[in-house]
């Protein structure tokens, strides 16, 4: 399984990017997805998830009304829009996958499959 992600940058605080990340050698149609963050000496944070096959979100307090998960079924892809960012946004943004997640559990960093993170800083 591989995920490559793309679309991160600088910005300033107000401004918007969208991240994409397209899976391969995945069960993309019944599998969940999910965008993660990671600043130096903290935890992995979810950001926001998605069940690929009916294309239910789930959003962490903190990006709630500023952050839009979605997908691109036909492309094996999702994508994170992110407007409004704020300088406590600027991370590095992972993309995970799994074959299933236990309700409740979608934004633990539990999964089995990871990209290989793009940075956002927001000055």
């Known amino acids: 399984v591989q995920l490559v992600e793309s679309g991160g940058g600088s910005v300033q605080a107000g401004g918007s990017l969208r991240l994409s990340c397209t899976v391969s050698e995945f069960s993309y149609s019944t599998g969940f997805m999910a965008w993660f963050r990671q600043t130096p000496g903290k935890e992995r944070e979810g950001v926001a998830g998605l069940y690929t096959s009916t294309g239910a979100t789930i959003y962490a307090e903190s990006v709630k009304g500023r952050f839009t998960i979605s997908q691109d079924y036909a492309k094996n892809t999702i994508y994170l829009q992110m407007d409004g960012l704020k300088p406590e946004d600027t991370a590095m943004y992972y993309c995970?996958?799994?074959?299933?997640?236990?309700?409740?559990?979608?934004?633990?960093?539990?999964?089995?499959?990871w990209g290989q993170g793009t940075q956002v800083t927001v000055s």
């Open positions: 995970a996958a799994d074959s299933a997640v236990v309700p409740g559990g979608e934004l633990l960093p539990d999964f089995s499959y």
